[in-house]
């Protein structure tokens, strides 16, 4: 069962970064510099029911693999890589609501559904956070983990660091704006990458 779990969390950024690369090829003149992901999903975007077909995969992928990983590690006693799990949870949960809370066509009025859009954005970025660093004081305790734990610390400070600017991108670095959200997820896809490969190797030889 192990080894099924971590094919998942192998399989979930692999997704997500080829729904973000066939989103920007199917839309003539997208911009992944400029851009946001969400955006590929907004109301009125081109391919809208593909990339929320895709969009929604992965969002269950990610929601089954954490559920799984929190129970996985909670059952062997360790209770930060379990609240790890958790905050996963949250995160995937709160990108499948999205769905109901689109973002808002750009230079138009922000209305409830798009604040509620960005709501959910924050708690995904907090989620993030909290799993990756949960993730690294969880590493401590296992006998290969020293290597993931200081590549989790380094991963959630990039995603940090990163995650500020992003924030701030949106009216004050609009022309790098894609760029920044994009380092920002790219790092938690990453880590997420990582860290399954690694315990695809290690723990399900246990």
């Excluded at 920007?24 to 029911?49: C, D, F, K, V």
């Excluded at 109901?100 to 989620?127: C, K, Y």
């Excluded at 296992?142 to 990039?158: K, N, Q």
Aim: net charge positive; charged share 10%; aromatic share 12%.
């Amino acid at each position: 069962m192990k080894k099924y779990l971590y094919a998942i969390g192998i399989l979930t950024p692999l997704l997500y970064v080829f729904n973000v690369v066939l989103g920007g090829a199917l839309w003539p003149g997208y911009s992944h510099m400029r851009q946001a992901i969400s955006e590929l999903t907004m109301a009125g975007a081109p391919n809208l029911a593909l990339m929320d077909a895709l969009f929604t995969i992965y969002g269950f992928l990610l929601l089954t693999f954490s559920i799984g990983f929190s129970l996985r590690w909670g059952k062997a006693g360790n209770r930060p890589l379990s609240i790890s799990g958790v905050a996963l949870a949250a995160c995937a949960a709160a990108g499948l609501l999205m769905k109901f809370f689109r973002q808002d066509p750009i230079g138009e009025p922000l209305t409830f559904t798009g604040s509620m859009h960005l709501v959910l954005a924050g708690v995904t970025s907090l989620g993030t956070i909290f799993a990756i660093f949960f993730a690294a004081a969880g590493f401590r305790k296992l006998p290969y983990g020293s290597g993931l734990r200081v590549f989790s610390l380094v991963m959630g400070a990039i995603v940090f660091v990163s995650g500020g600017l992003t924030a701030a991108g949106t009216t004050q670095l609009p022309a790098i704006f894609g760029i920044l959200e994009r380092t920002t997820i790219g790092a938690f896809m990453l880590w997420l990458l990582v860290v399954s490969i690694n315990l695809l190797k290690h723990d399900s030889a246990v």
